[in-house]
């Protein structure tokens, strides 16, 4: 009887652990166009990048990965002038390996074309908004001068987990302490359930 009491006890110890690492770990990589790689839309959905930017609800510390065969296509982080007049030149961010990967790092407007002349005229172009907790997103400021030190979006899958800003973590931090508390009490009221039966 000892040996259930000790196998449950490590049992509701783990279930608890993973309820408050689910908590904790919210962060998804998103694969642009789901089913379409990374291309010139097709006839049959033309507007597939457009529809795809208004079904997700992307957050900072989410990635977007573009797939694409990279001896054909590439991706390009432009600014929003450069997205509507499809101006390849001077782009924020350039990535051609084929598994791009673009972190997100702050919020904002993003604006994505592919780099192969005449592909962004054909709609191959991604538009997305990361909105604040408040549910404004504010526009980057854009140029050579205005770039940081340290760019906010990483081209491989080998950069850092972004860290939300400064002055969101006091309210992020307030509102994980709810549901880990509530995990916490469900963990040992279960445990002083199962321990009262036994």
């Excluded at 930017?53 to 510390?61: P, V």
């Excluded at 994505?112 to 400021?141: D, M, R, W």
Aim: contains cysteine.
């Amino acid at each position: 009887m000892a040996n259930l009491r000790s196998a449950s006890y490590h049992f509701l110890l783990a279930l608890q652990f993973l309820v408050v690492l689910q908590t904790k770990v919210l962060c998804y990589q998103y694969k642009v166009g789901d089913l379409d790689a990374w291309g010139i839309p097709t006839s049959a959905n033309p507007q597939v990048y457009t529809q795809w930017s208004k079904y997700h609800n992307l957050k900072i510390g989410d990635s977007l990965l573009f797939l694409y065969p990279p001896s054909q296509d590439s991706v390009i982080q432009v600014t929003e002038q450069s997205y509507n007049s499809c101006n390849l030149k001077d782009p924020i961010l350039y990535m051609n390996n084929g598994n791009s990967l673009f972190n997100i790092t702050t919020y904002g407007e993003f604006y994505f074309t592919s780099g192969e002349q005449g592909h962004c005229e054909k709609n191959q172009k991604l538009h997305i908004s990361v909105l604040s907790g408040n549910g404004s997103a504010y526009s980057p400021s854009y140029g050579p001068s205005a770039l940081p030190d340290i760019s906010p979006s990483y081209p491989t899958v080998f950069g850092t987990i972004p860290q939300p800003p400064s002055s969101s973590t006091s309210s992020s931090s307030s509102s994980l302490g709810v549901p880990v508390f509530v995990a916490a009490v469900a963990g040992f009221a279960v445990r002083a359930l199962v321990g009262g039966i036994m």
